[in-house]
């Protein structure tokens, strides 16, 4: 199960999905913390509109996704981030803060330790502005 | 890969610094061919006045720069103190050049824009690097670094046996001083290097390069008076302290355009597409 739900999100992301894949696991549910992800923030990537769409009718287990937390967030929020809305945002971050933390941001949202980074680097002000872009997406 | 960060002020004092030190180049070429009084006027007229520019722009900044963070944090501090060093470094640029001072009076003009100010400096890059280490950046100096460290290390231990019973007793700070500020920069770049570009690594590589450039500065001079080198390359040695003033200027620039564009970035986010 682990290894099929690793395919089914790296079909997610990579260009070729394999159908065969995507259709034996399309009937599962995809609950607890990934259905989350893909319900509230992928909807809006057309290319990920299909497979959450197929998806949401299977069923993955929150056990299975424990192990894979790392990995599953890192490639859900990486596709959010790469969103043509956030595109701007992460461009900005890399030019005020580094590559550094865009890659961060790119891997997850505005962690709490990002969070107090931002703001010990650039002031409340301007770290609120820049997470409040960065969330726009 | 992250491009140079090229914002409005920091691009006007690059473009600024280089066409001065290409005038003052200009004007030591001059000199070497018989001409000594054009280099003087530049180092009485031109220079001073540039030195100034710079130092009121670097005050400037750095007092906006004081009101984005909350008064209670250390890099609202760290800013103040680089404010002061700034004003310090203001006041004896005025004393020197511009006031008609007593023998007395001059001394303390060189000793504010000299030690008093790198106290100061030092003090604000401290808070700074702490500020770093809080936020888990490696603060980690590398042999090559030790090396640029010995050897300036070793200039100012010399300087100070050459004159412990000659100069003036605070002036005598000045080298060990500057040896403590360049270890802080060196520290403060190692960080920074680790963002992988941006404004706000800019700003502190700039305070790390102004830093750099005033040592450099001060070899230069020492072993041009101690006839280490000709006489006539002291004034390249004089001369390097423009770009070094440029680049304190620098880097309140770059973390103001980095403010900025983090303020912006919110309004581009909230226009319509």
């Keep these: 199960m682990r290894t099929a739900f690793r395919v089914l999100i790296g079909s997610i992301f990579f260009r070729h999905p394999s159908e065969e894949i995507l259709k034996s696991y399309s009937r599962q549910e995809v609950s607890g913390w990934?259905?989350?992800?893909?319900?509230?923030?992928?909807?809006?990537?057309?290319?990920?509109?299909?497979?959450?769409?197929?998806?949401?009718?299977?069923?993955?287990?929150?056990?299975?996704?424990?192990?894979?937390?790392?990995?599953?967030r890192a490639n859900l929020l990486q596709a959010i981030a790469s969103q043509p809305a956030n595109r701007h945002s992460i461009e900005s971050l890399r030019i005020i803060l580094g590559e550094r933390a865009a890659e961060k941001v790119s891997y997850g949202?505005?962690?709490?330790?990002?969070?107090?980074?931002?703001?010990?680097l650039l002031g409340t002000g301007a770290a609120e502005s820049l997470i409040r872009s960065l969330s726009a997406g | 890969m992250t491009r140079f960060p090229s914002e409005a002020i920091p691009r006007r004092i690059i473009i600024f610094a280089i066409l001065n030190l290409f005038v003052g180049l200009c004007f030591w070429l001059v000199s070497l061919i018989g001409q000594v009084s054009a280099l003087q006027f530049y180092f009485e007229r031109i220079g001073p006045?540039?030195?100034?520019?710079?130092?009121?722009?670097?005050?400037?900044?750095?007092?906006?720069l004081i009101g984005s963070y909350h008064f209670d944090t250390e890099m609202c501090w760290a800013w103040v103190l680089i404010a002061l060093s700034a004003a310090l470094r203001i006041g004896g640029i005025l004393g020197i050049y511009y006031l008609i001072l007593s023998q007395e009076g001059r001394l303390l003009a060189v000793l504010i824009s000299g030690p008093l100010q790198l106290?100061?400096?030092?003090?604000?890059?401290?808070?700074v690097l702490r500020v770093f280490a809080r936020l888990e950046y490696v603060?980690?100096?590398?042999?090559?670094?030790?090396?640029?460290?010995?050897?300036?290390?070793?200039?100012a231990l010399w300087t100070l046996s050459a004159n412990l019973f000659r100069a003036n007793t605070w002036l005598l700070f000045s080298d060990p001083l500057l040896c403590c500020v360049l270890l802080e920069v060196v520290l403060l770049y190692r960080a920074v290097s680790q963002m992988k570009g941006g404004l706000v690594a800019a700003c502190w590589i700039s305070y790390g390069v102004a830093v750099v450039l005033t040592a450099v500065s001060t070899v230069a001079i020492a072993a041009s008076s101690y006839g280490l080198t000709p006489g006539s390359l002291m004034p390249l040695g004089y001369l390097v302290l423009y770009p070094a003033a440029a680049a304190f200027a620098l880097g309140p620039a770059f973390q103001f355009e980095a403010i900025s564009a983090a303020k912006r970035s919110a309004d581009v986010t909230r226009s319509p597409r």
């Design chain 1, 34 to 72: 990934a259905g989350r992800v893909i319900r509230e923030h992928l909807l809006d990537c057309e290319r990920c509109i299909l497979i959450a769409g197929e998806a949401s009718e299977g069923s993955i287990s929150d056990d299975l996704l424990a192990d894979d937390f790392d990995l599953v």
């Design chain 1, 109 to 120: 949202r505005v962690s709490p330790q990002m969070r107090i980074e931002f703001e010990a």
């Design chain 2, 49 to 64: 006045a540039v030195l100034l520019l710079f130092g009121v722009l670097e005050l400037s900044l750095a007092v906006r």
């Design chain 2, 119 to 127: 106290v100061f400096l030092g003090w604000a890059l401290a808070l």
């Design chain 2, 139 to 155: 603060l980690r100096v590398r042999p090559l670094d030790w090396i640029l460290l010995a050897l300036f290390g070793a200039f």
